[in-house]
């Protein structure tokens, strides 16, 4: 069973850049499909980005490609999420989530990480 700890939030202006890495324990990353989600207030939960167990698959929402990029440490056991350009918008909680292989559901989630962006 793996664990997940998102950390690298934080409050920028519009137009910076975090980096959120999430940290994978208890089992290796690469043996997991993993999802970066976020939930602004008073909104439902939306998939960012998510990278395939194998690495080979990779999906943003239409919202964040060209700004977002989702990447894999296997040496650090950690996915990270690049986010540039932030925009006000993207002010949320931002979660890293796992799902095994030929699994549809995310059934393992990190505590959460908060991105405030002001304008």
């Known amino acids: 069973q793996v664990q997940l700890v998102e950390s690298g939030g934080g409050s920028v202006q519009a137009g910076g850049s975090l980096k959120l890495s999430c940290a994978a324990s208890?089992?290796?990353?690469?043996?997991?499909?993993i999802g970066w989600f976020r939930q602004a207030p008073g909104k439902e939960r939306e998939l960012v980005a998510r990278l395939s167990w194998s690495g080979g698959s990779i999906y943003y929402v239409d919202s964040v490609k060209g700004r977002f990029t989702i990447s894999r440490d296997n040496s650090k056991n950690t996915v990270t999420l690049q986010m540039n350009s932030l925009k006000p918008e993207d002010t949320a909680v931002y979660y890293c989530?796992?799902?095994?292989?030929?699994?549809?559901?995310?059934?393992?989630w990190g505590q959460g990480t908060q991105v405030t962006v002001s304008s």
């Open positions: 208890g089992s290796t990353v690469s043996s997991y499909g």
């Open positions: 989530a796992a799902r095994a292989r030929s699994v549809i559901e995310y059934a393992y």
